[in-house]
C-alpha cells in the first residue's frame, strides 16, 4: 500500500527555520512529483512548493526566497526548508505525491509561528 507521512512541523520563534520531511514508500519515488501544500485555520489549502521528477522547481510568491524544495529520490523523500519564518505560515503543511495518474496526500504536520 502506499504511504505518504509528514514529519518536522512544530512551534517556531518568527525569524526561525524549520525543515519538513516527507517520506513516501509503495510507489516508484524517482518518477513522481511532489508537491507542499498548507491549509492555515479556517482557511482553504494553497499551494507553497513543487519539484518535477527531473528536479525542477516552483513556488507560491508568498513563499519565493523563504523556501526551498529538494528531493532525494534515494530516500524516497522530499524535504521543504523554510526559513524567515513569519506567522503567516502558520498552517498544517501537507505533502502531495503526484504522477498524472494517481495522487496521494499525506496526513499533514502541523506549523506553528509564534513568540
Known amino acids: 500500500q502506499v504511504q505518504v507521512v509528514e514529519s518536522g512541523g512544530g512551534l517556531v520563534q518568527p525569524g526561525g527555520s524549520l525543515r519538513l520531511s516527507c517520506a513516501a514508500s509503495g510507489i516508484i519515488f524517482r518518477i513522481y512529483a511532489l508537491g507542499w501544500y498548507r491549509q492555515p485555520p479556517g482557511k482553504q489549502r494553497e499551494f507553497v512548493a513543487a519539484i518535477t521528477s527531473g528536479g525542477s522547481t516552483n513556488y507560491a510568491d508568498s513563499v519565493k526566497g523563504r523556501f526551498t524544495i529538494s528531493r532525494d529520490n534515494a530516500k524516497n523523500t522530499v524535504y521543504l526548508q523554510m526559513n524567515s519564518l513569519k506567522p503567516e505560515d502558520t498552517a498544517v503543511y501537507y505533502c502531495?505525491?503526484?504522477?498524472?495518474?494517481?495522487?496521494?496526500w499525506g496526513q499533514g504536520t502541523q506549523v506553528t509561528v509564534s513568540s
Open positions: 502531495n505525491v503526484l504522477n498524472g495518474i494517481n495522487n496521494y
